[in-house]
C-alpha cells in the first residue's frame, strides 16, 4: 500500500515564474508509527515545525510554484541531507562513516533527536530499514520535485530563483534583535544582488533584517543552488512574533501584514531576475 504524498505542490510544472517557494518545515503530519516511538508528549515536537509558515506562503503566492511538505519534521527533517543520520538512535548511522556536523551533533539531524530543553524524544531506537524508508518515501521525492521545478524553471527563464522558507523564535540576544533572517551560505547559495533586494524590502516594511547569522541555510540551499548555473537560493527565516499568537501556537494579528512583506520580498526578486528572464523569453 502506497503512503500518502510527503508534500503538496502549489502551481503548475513548468513554473509560470522564475522564483520557486518552499517550505519544507511546515508539515504537520504526524504518522502513527512516530507517536508510538515518542517518550515525550506530541504536542511538544510542535517546537520543531516552522508553525504556520505555509500559510504565509499559500497566501502570498501568486504564479509561483510552492512546495510544502506534508510530514513534520520531526519525521523526517528535509532540510539535512541524507548523510546527517544520527548514531545516538540511528542503527544505520554507523555506515555512512562522515564527520557528524554541527546539527548532528547538537541533536537536529535528518532524524532530529532533541527539541529545545526537553531531551531526548525517542523510547527507542530505529532500525536502518526505517530510516531508509522515510529517506525513499519523503525525502527524495520532495528533492527531487523540487530540482525538476527549478531546472524547468531554468529553461523557460535563463534563471530560477528559490525562496526556501522558515520560521524562527524570537532571537532575543542577537543585537538588534533581527525579524528576517536572509542566509545564501555567505555569498555561495546565491548572486549578492538577491539578498541585498530582500534585506531592502525588509527594512522598507519595518522589519530588522540580519544576513546569514544565526541562520545561513541548510541542505536544501546548498543541494539546489548554483548561481554559476543560473539557480540561485536564499532561506528566508522570519520570526514567529510576527505572525502568531503569543503562544506561538495559531496564526495571529500579524499574518496579513507578514504575508505582505513576503508577497514584497517574492516581486523584488522576480524583479531583480526578470531582465535575464525577458531575454530567454
Not at 510544472?13 to 518545515?25: F, M, R
Request: hydrophobic share 45%; aromatic share 6%.
Amino acid at each position: 500500500m502506497n503512503s500518502p504524498p510527503s508534500f503538496e505542490r502549489h502551481g503548475p510544472l513548468p513554473p509560470e515564474s522564475p522564483v520557486v517557494l518552499s517550505a519544507p518545515h511546515a508539515g504537520r503530519e504526524y504518522p502513527p508509527a512516530l507517536a508510538a516511538a515518542l517518550r515525550v508528549p506530541l504536542p511538544a515536537l510542535r517546537a520543531l515545525e516552522d508553525r504556520h509558515v505555509d500559510l504565509l506562503a499559500l497566501h502570498a503566492r501568486r504564479e509561483e510554484t510552492l512546495f510544502v511538505a506534508s510530514r513534520a519534521r520531526a519525521w523526517i527533517d528535509l532540510n539535512r541531507s541524507e548523510q546527517e543520520r544520527d548514531p545516538m538512535i540511528d542503527d544505520g548511522a554507523q555506515r555512512i562513516g562522515r564527520p557528524p556536523s554541527a546539527k548532528l551533533r547538537s541533536g537536529l539531524g535528518i532524524v532530529p533527536r532533541r527539541v529545545g530543553t526537553l531531551g531526548q524524544l525517542w523510547s527507542r531506537r530505529f532500525s536502518d530499514a526505517e530510516i531508509v524508508a522515510r529517506i525513499e518515501q519523503d525525502h527524495r521525492p520532495y528533492h527531487a520535485a523540487l530540482a525538476q521545478a527549478l531546472a524547468a524553471a531554468h529553461q523557460r527563464f535563463g534563471i530560477a530563483v528559490l525562496l526556501d522558507i522558515h520560521s524562527m523564535p524570537p532571537l532575543g540576544s542577537f543585537g538588534a534583535v533581527p525579524q528576517l533572517v536572509v542566509g545564501d551560505r555567505f555569498g555561495r547559495a546565491a548572486a549578492a544582488r538577491f539578498a541585498s533586494c530582500v534585506a531592502g524590502v525588509a527594512r522598507r516594511h519595518g522589519v530588522a533584517v540580519a544576513a546569514n547569522v544565526p541562520y545561513a541555510g541548510g541542505h536544501i540551499l546548498e543541494r539546489h543552488s548554483s548561481p554559476r548555473g543560473g539557480i540561485h537560493a536564499l532561506q528566508l527565516e522570519f520570526d514567529r512574533a510576527l505572525y502568531l499568537d503569543a503562544g506561538f501556537d495559531g496564526p495571529g494579528a500579524g499574518v496579513a501584514m507578514t504575508t505582505a512583506l513576503l508577497r514584497a520580498i517574492i516581486d523584488a526578486v522576480t524583479e531583480e531576475a526578470l531582465p535575464r528572464a525577458l531575454a530567454a523569453e
